[in-house]
T-cell receptor, first 117, second 111 residues
Framework: GAVVSQHPSRVICKSGTSVKIECRSLDFQATTMFWYRQFPKQSLMLMATSNEGSKATYEQGVEKDKFLINHASLTLSTLTVTSAHPEDSSFYIC?????????????FGPGTRLTVL | EDQVTQSPEALRLQEGESSSLNCSYTVSGLRGLFWYRQDPGKGPEFLFTLYSAGEEKEKERLKATLTKKESFLHITAPKPEDSATYLCAVQSKGGYDKLIFGTGTRLQVFP
């Protein structure tokens, strides 16, 4: 099946610093990538959708200037959490989808646990 | 507004005790319904996609079914390794690629 990787798997940073998370599709070209956030014992909440070579589309309530998304190639998307604060601590998960038609499943990465001190 | 509700919130089963998980949905034109399995601290693992009422799909001990209002994930003779959170998500025809997730059912299977 389709494989999506994320790096790093865990990151601890100080309040006020920026953190970059990478999401890669390893064996397929991802026309669209998605970034989710998940709090403990809660479901996934979509933050933004990105298409290769174009600006990301953010969900209502998600700050564009705080969560910078770049989808520079068909296999790589990055999420940068700028000026991180403790309330940004969460589990961030990316997913990738390749192509259209009926085969539009999203395949998820293993997630990145962000802890802001 | 598109919405997904899963029940029960948590389910404890004895090994071999079959059961079903429910996913009720309201969506403005269903494009697809997806089942995922999520282990603690990991990303969701894709299980099934269902596109139209009456459709069924099977994988090992799991069988997913779909009606116009809900989907069931049937687990036959579960094993401890089936313990996980099972997530249901829908995609609407007007929502492009956006997935709306339910809160999941946490399944524990005891030997």
């Amino acid at each position: 099946g389709a494989v999506v990787s994320q790096h790093p798997s865990r990151v601890i940073c100080k309040s006020g610093t920026s953190v970059k998370i990478e999401c890669r599709s390893l064996d397929f070209q991802a026309t669209t990538m998605f970034w989710y956030r998940q709090f403990p014992k809660q479901s996934l909440m979509l933050m933004a959708t990105s298409n290769e070579g174009s600006k990301a589309t953010y969900e209502q309530g998600v700050e564009k200037d705080k969560f910078l998304i770049n989808h520079a190639s068909l296999t790589l998307s990055t999420l940068t959490v700028t000026s991180a604060h403790p309330e940004d601590s969460s589990f961030y998960i990316c997913s990738a989808r390749g192509g259209g038609g009926p085969y539009n499943e999203q395949f998820f990465g293993p997630g990145t646990r962000l802890t802001v001190l | 507004e598109d919405q997904v509700t899963q029940s029960p919130e948590a389910l404890r089963l004895q090994e071999g005790e079959s059961s079903s998980l429910n996913c009720s949905y309201t969506v403005s034109g269903l494009r697809g319904l997806f089942w995922y399995r999520q282990d603690p601290g990991k990303g969701p693992e894709f299980l099934f996609t269902l596109y139209s009422a009456g459709e069924e799909k099977e994988k090992e001990r799991l069988k997913a079914t779909l009606t116009k209002k809900e989907s069931f994930l049937h687990i036959t003779a579960p094993k401890p390794e089936d313990s996980a959170t099972y997530l249901c998500a829908v995609q609407s025809k007007g929502g492009y690629d956006k997935l709306i997730f339910g809160t999941g059912t946490r399944l524990q299977v005891f030997p």
